[in-house]
T-cell receptor, first 113, second 110 residues
Framework: SQTIHQWPATLVQPVGSPLSLECTVE??????LYWYRQAAGRGLQLLFY??????ISSEVPQNLSASRPQDRQFILSSKKLLLSDSGFYLC????????????FGEGSWLTVV | SQQGEEDPQALSIQEGENATMNCSYK?????LQWYRQNSGRGLVHLIL?????REKHSGRLRVTLDTSKKSSSLLITASRAADTASYFC??????????FGRGTSLIVHP
């Protein structure tokens, strides 16, 4: 069966420090991968999506970047965090595009202080 | 802008009552999906309804879809305290871009 792992679950980082959140998917191949951010009590904002290795599309210009070094690995990074980067980050995957079920990781809580 | 928008933003009911939440969207869709999110957790898929379907059931969940009005509703019957969560509808604004509304926060009081 397919599973998705996302880590770390929680982190507190100072302003100006780097960030790396990692997501891996098991049990499927060539998934479409997504990073969402959710501010407290708000909806999901799509940050990046990837339809293949090395293919990254950015939905919102910001202080973050994403990479997909392997088929089932998706990494969210920042060189210098801002206070406004605080939030709940969710990785997700699906296969086929255009309306298939989306599977989410458990999320990563980021607090920038 | 959001493709799907849920309302109400918040809903508070007593255990045993029914809970209804709505989703409106803007463009044509192939299907619409509902998800549930417990506080501080990832989203979990509840039900998918295709554009050629008008109603779908899954346990205590009933989903309707009106493509002429570009709207969907999620009904939870005989609610339980464990149904307390946020509920989101998801639609596809393009081949690879699922978008979510801001969600309905449901509180079921025991």
């Amino acid at each position: 069966s397919q599973t998705i792992h996302q880590w770390p679950a929680t982190l507190v980082q100072p302003v100006g420090s780097p960030l790396s959140l990692e997501c891996t998917v098991e049990g499927t191949s060539n998934p479409n991968l997504y990073w969402y951010r959710q501010a407290a009590g708000r909806g999901l904002q799509l940050l990046f999506y990837s339809v293949g290795i090395g293919q990254i599309s950015s939905e919102v210009p910001q202080n973050l970047s994403a990479s997909r070094p392997q088929d089932r690995q998706f990494i969210l990074s920042s060189k210098k965090l801002l206070l406004s980067d605080s939030g709940f980050y969710l990785c997700a995957w699906e296969t086929g595009g255009d309306g298939n079920t989306i599977y989410f990781g458990e999320g990563s809580w980021l607090t920038v202080v | 802008s959001q493709q799907g928008e849920e309302d109400p933003q918040a809903l508070s009911i007593q255990e045993g009552e029914n809970a209804t939440m709505n989703c409106s969207y803007k463009t044509s869709i192939n299907n619409l999906q509902w998800y549930r999110q417990n506080s501080g957790r990832g989203l979990v898929h509840l039900i998918l309804i295709r554009s050629n379907e008008r109603e779908k059931h899954s346990g205590r969940l009933r989903v309707t879809l009106d493509t002429s009005k570009k709207s969907s509703s999620l009904l939870i019957t005989a609610s339980r305290a464990a149904d307390t969560a946020s509920y989101f509808c998801a639609t596809w604004g393009g081949s690879y871009i699922p978008t979510f509304g801001r969600g309905t926060s449901l509180i079921v009081h025991p």
